[in-house]
Nanobody, 116 residues
Framework: QVQLVESGGGLVQAGGSLRLSCAGS?????????MEWYRQAPGKQRELVAT???????NYADSVKDRFTISRDNAKSTLYLQINSLKPEDTAVYYC?????????WGQGTQVTVSS
């Protein structure tokens, strides 16, 4: 059974940093085609913020570019999201997601709250 477990969220002041982790099990990490971080703020739709391919190519939403960095450590079966210069509008539940041609898995999410 595939499991993705996020951690690293918390309450932080604006301008601070966090590193989110997503630990995977039950799946061969280096075979995962696409890994992503999404976030969902209260009352809003879930939005894609960062993507990393199996080859290491990355993409970011315009709202987080230059502040967020996605990375993956296949040896540790872990996906990361480094978040710098946090803003109150970054407050949301952050979810990791992995997908390929025939699969799609979600983690349970980790809460990030940014105080002004």
């Amino acid at each position: 059974q595939v499991q993705l477990v996020e951690s690293g969220g918390g309450l932080v002041q604006a301008g601070g940093s966090l590193r989110l982790s997503c630990a995977g099990s039950g799946i061969i990490f280096n075979s995962i085609a696409i890994m992503e971080w999404y976030r969902q703020a209260p009352g809003k739709q879930r939005e894609l913020v960062a993507t990393i391919s199996s080859g290491g190519s990355t993409n970011y939403a315009d709202s987080v570019k230059d502040r967020f960095t996605i990375s993956r450590d296949n040896a540790k079966s872990t996906l990361y999201l480094q978040i710098n210069s946090l803003k109150p509008e970054d407050t949301a539940v952050y979810y990791c997601h992995c997908r390929g041609n025939f699969y799609s898995y979600w983690g349970q999410g980790t809460q990030v709250t940014v105080s002004s």
